[in-house]
């Protein structure tokens, strides 16, 4: 069975300071995705981006990009130059197949 | 706009109750995913279809269920609400779409049992 676990439940970064959110997972598997996803106060849920497996090149989009180490099944999200607007929980996700597994979530604050 | 239209965004009723969710996928995602949240809680996932067929089942309890229908859209219904049912019920759907492989989650429908 796949299992996500995001080992930080809350954290606070300054405003324009980086910050580093962690995620760990299990699989047998070698072909898959994973996502990281953002929720803010609206509580929609907003795809912030995605790895593919195979790609050993990790995804970048804007402020937002991931260090992905498949051997050690860690998927880290680091957002740089932080705002108000990224306070949000954020859930990191795994896919395989057609089937996602959501870890529990990490709550980010960032402080003016 | 993701896409996936959940209808109603909010929903108030009493105990022992029966509602119905809907939700249309993004057109041409032949699955949809049902997901549970409770207040300052993770996603629970409660249930899958694919093409009309459901496809994999989470911790959806008995007095739960779901459908989807031959146009693609689905429909979860809650019957016996109690008042731990109240939460916010996110629908999903994905594609299988080379560089579509993602969730494309609706607004939710929020859910309160008095």
């Known amino acids: 069975a796949q299992t996500v676990t995001q080992s930080q439940p809350e954290m606070s970064v300054q405003e324009a300071e980086t910050v580093t959110l962690s995620c760990t997972y299990d699989t047998s598997e070698n072909n898959y995705y994973l996502f990281w996803y953002k929720q803010p106060p609206s509580r929609q849920m907003i795809l912030v981006i995605r790895q593919e497996a195979y790609k050993q090149q990790n995804a970048t989009e804007n402020r937002f990009s991931v260090n992905f180490q498949k051997a050690a099944k860690s998927f880290s999200l680091k957002i740089s130059d932080s705002q108000l607007g990224d306070t949000a929980m954020y859930f990191c996700a795994f896919m395989r197949g057609d089937q996602f597994y959501f870890g529990t979530g990490t709550s980010l604050t960032v402080i003016p | 706009d993701s896409g996936v239209t959940q209808t109603p965004k909010h929903l108030i009723t009493a105990t022992g109750q029966r509602v119905t969710l809907r939700c249309s996928p993004r057109s041409g995602d032949l699955s949809v995913y049902w997901y549970q949240q409770s207040l300052d809680q993770g996603l629970q996932f409660l249930i899958q279809?694919?093409?009309?067929?459901?496809?994999a089942k989470g911790n959806i309890l008995e007095r739960f269920s779901a459908q989807q229908f031959p146009d693609l859209h689905s429909e979860l219904n809650l019957s016996s609400l109690e008042l731990g049912d109240s939460a916010l019920y996110f629908c999903?759907?994905?594609?299988?779409?080379?560089?579509?492989?993602?969730?494309?989650f609706g607004s939710g429908t929020q859910l309160s049992v008095l």
């Open positions: 279809y694919y093409n009309g067929e459901e496809r």
């Open positions: 999903a759907s994905s594609s299988r779409s080379r560089g579509e492989e993602k969730l494309f």
